[in-house]
């Protein structure tokens, strides 16, 4: 009976047995709300606050986080912000404040947003001997149309530069209110 030896096999594959070539594992892609590592790095800043002998990193952070309109894009967040508020900066760039830490804060562009969704930018200060620092980094899940190309994204990198450097101006002054 020559057909009488396949039934095992089919048994055995319908009970889960045996089974046919594995199939290749999906790249895993990196978690972005976490950190740039392994996603599309867009850019990073760095910016004297000056000194503030009497000031931490944690206070020039919550006069930012406690006082937003000092943000120079603020637009229709409230005064103050907290992780997982949802807002539109100014233009009517809709975002989500996804963290806020001891010495930084960091938010996701939601869709609407004129950049695309989906790019985390976090503020993060340090002190060194009184000399306060302001970092900020941008990176994206993946590039999207503007922030893909090559002259959308030059114009938002200078754009950029030049917005966090008027918040740089602002905290060096209200960083002596922390």
Not at 65 to 87: E, K, M, N, Q, Y
Not at 109 to 115: A, C, I, K, N, R
Not at 124 to 129: D, G, H, V
Request: net charge positive; proline share 6%.
């Amino acid at each position: 009976m020559p057909g009488f030896a396949a039934v095992p096999v089919a048994l055995a594959l319908c009970a889960g047995l045996l089974t046919g070539p594995a199939a290749p594992a999906a790249a895993a892609r990196p978690d972005c709300r976490a950190g740039p590592a392994g996603c599309y790095d867009l850019y990073t800043y760095g910016y004297s606050l000056g000194l503030h002998p009497f000031t931490g990193a944690d206070d020039v952070r919550e006069q930012l986080t406690d006082h937003f309109w000092l943000f120079p894009v603020s637009g229709g967040c409230a005064g103050r912000i907290r992780a997982g508020a949802r807002c539109e900066l100014l233009g009517g760039n809709p975002v989500e404040v996804e963290y806020i830490g001891n010495d930084f804060f960091q938010i996701n562009t939601l869709p609407g947003h004129q950049l695309g969704r989906g790019m985390h930018i976090r503020f993060a200060f340090s002190r060194t001997l009184g000399f306060h620092t302001l970092t900020v980094r941008a990176w994206q899940d993946r590039p999207t149309d503007c922030t893909g190309g090559a002259f959308c994204n030059t114009v938002n990198r200078v754009f950029a530069f030049g917005t966090w450097q008027v918040l740089a101006k602002t905290l060096r002054f209200s960083a002596y209110a922390a």
